[in-house]
Nanobody, 120 residues
Framework: QVQLVESGGGLVQAGGSLRLSCAASGSIFSVNAMGWFRQAPGKQRELVARITSGGSTNYADSVKGRFTISRDNAKNTVYLQMNSLKPEDTAVYYC??????????????WGQGTQVTVSS
């Protein structure tokens, strides 16, 4: 009923930048919190950043000052601007969203993941 489609991953050199996008579509009544998680090989999935419908944000300590999360509520889209990338940022990045659907029930949805690789 609801799909999250991510884009913007790729290969970049250390110190470079990438911008990830994630658009929610389907039988959406409203979109609440949206966020980005990442999972590196052999590691658990971790929260990178999240943003509420009102625009409040929080970040993992490891990305503070380098990454910026934002959203366009009219487009049900969340963005992650990643600057000063480091090799340790290499991971699959997943979009996550809490969506209220037409039945007025809230569900959590995940994107398919997009690979970010930072070379040293």
């Amino acid at each position: 009923q609801v799909q999250l489609v991510e884009s913007g991953g790729g290969l970049v050199q250390a110190g470079g930048s990438l911008r990830l996008s994630c658009a929610a579509s389907g039988s959406i009544f409203s979109v609440n919190a949206m966020g980005w998680f990442r999972q590196a090989p052999g590691k658990q999935r971790e929260l990178v950043a999240r943003i509420t419908s009102g625009g409040s944000t929080n970040y993992a300590d490891s990305v503070k000052g380098r990454f910026t999360i934002s959203r366009d509520n009219a487009k049900n889209t969340v963005y992650l601007q990643m600057n000063s990338l480091k090799p340790e940022d290499t991971a699959v990045y997943y979009c996550n969203s809490k969506v209220v659907i037409a039945t007025m029930m809230e569900y959590v949805y995940w994107g398919q993941g997009t690979q970010v690789t930072v070379s040293s």
